[in-house]
């Protein structure tokens, strides 16, 4: 995870000039190919073949966009301990499945704004479902004939109790529907579910 942000901060000093205020250019961390509306299926472990739901968890709409989203006075908005600008929403479906943590907890949000930025390899996506001060979930994808694909597990940093245990990552499989939509996502600043982590703008 802490890679991410390293990157960033080295492609800054080799970018230069060239990089925008703030550190770098947009467009090189959030590539307007990732941008889209996806049907979005979280299981637990491998995805069945084809339209089948066994082992899917919960499904989903996964909204990447091209740009920041911002309030109805133009501001973007910021999530606690991560950084960027918000630039995407997940909006889940009911649970099923057996019980488990993040996506596959029945009580997790089903509105959520997330910050997704490419990551150090250059062919992968990555967006936090969650997130502390020394773990997360991680959700990595990288594109697909069919959209975006990937995994999806608990992180921790090294030196914190868990950090020596096994942790299994699970399938993401995300099929494009759409262009990105803005309209889709939670009302930033109004939609009290959706705002639970974010820091700024504050309704």
């Not at 501001?75 to 630039?87: A, D, H, Q, S, V």
């Not at 057996?98 to 062919?123: C, H, I, K, M, S």
């Not at 990555?126 to 004939?145: K, M, Q, V, W, Y």
């Not at 921790?156 to 096994?166: I, L």
Request: glycine share 14%; charged share 25%.
């Amino acid at each position: 995870m802490r890679q991410r942000w390293r990157y960033w901060w080295g492609l800054a000093l080799i970018l230069g000039g060239s990089a925008v205020a703030g550190g770098l250019p947009y467009a090189r961390l959030h590539p307007a190919v990732y941008a889209g509306t996806y049907a979005v299926r979280f299981c637990m472990g491998a995805c069945p073949t084809g339209a089948g739901t066994e082992r899917v968890g919960r499904m989903g709409t996964l909204v990447l966009l091209a740009a920041p989203l911002r309030d109805a006075q133009g501001r973007p908005g910021y999530k606690y301990l991560e950084r960027g600008p918000i630039n995407g929403c997940l909006l889940l479906g009911p649970w099923s499945g057996p019980t488990g943590y993040a996506q596959f907890d029945p009580n997790a949000r089903r509105r959520r704004f997330l910050v997704w930025a490419l990551e150090p390899d250059e062919r992968t996506m990555e967006f936090e479902f969650n997130r502390s001060p020394d773990a997360g979930n991680a959700i990595d994808l990288h594109l697909t004939p069919s959209g975006l694909g990937g995994t999806g597990g608990l992180w921790v940093d090294e030196g914190t109790p868990d950090s020596s245990r096994a942790l299994p990552r699970n399938e993401i499989q995300a099929r494009r529907i759409g262009e990105a939509e803005s309209a889709r996502c939670p009302r930033l600043g109004e939609d009290s579910e959706a705002m639970k982590d974010v820091s700024w703008p504050r309704p």
